[in-house]
């Protein structure tokens, strides 16, 4: 069983940075493509960022030079690095772990900017 955990999510103004954590179990890690989600009140879910078992990395228009998705294997941790955080930036942000035998969810971290 697969299991996905995610941290980091909290307050903060416009133009703040916070840092999401999804620590991933029940697996080996870097089999795994990861990504991270976000869904507002009301919005469909879409995907922020996603990096591959190799490392590349791909990012949402909107969130371009401001986001930066890693993944430290070692930790079997995957980080959303948020900076420049922009009201419409709120949501709940989930971690997705995929590949061929699984389609893996956390069950979010809420992210707030106000305005």
């Known amino acids: 069983q697969v299991q996905l955990v995610e941290s980091g999510g909290g307050l903060v103004q416009p133009g703040g940075s916070l840092r999401l954590s999804c620590v991933t179990s029940g697996i080996i890690f870097r089999i795994l493509a990861m990504g991270w989600y976000r869904q507002a009140p009301g919005k469909q879910r879409e995907l922020v960022a996603h990096?591959?078992?190799?490392?590349?990395?791909s990012y949402l228009d909107s969130v371009k030079g401001r986001f930066t998705i890693s993944r430290h294997n070692a930790k079997n941790t995957v980080y959303l690095q948020m900076s420049s955080l922009k009201p419409e930036d709120t949501a709940v942000y989930s971690c997705?772990?995929?590949?061929?035998?699984?389609?893996?969810w956390g069950q979010g971290t809420q992210v707030t900017v106000s305005s």
């Open positions: 997705n772990a995929r590949n061929t035998m699984i389609d893996a």
């Open positions: 990096i591959t078992t190799a490392g590349s990395t």
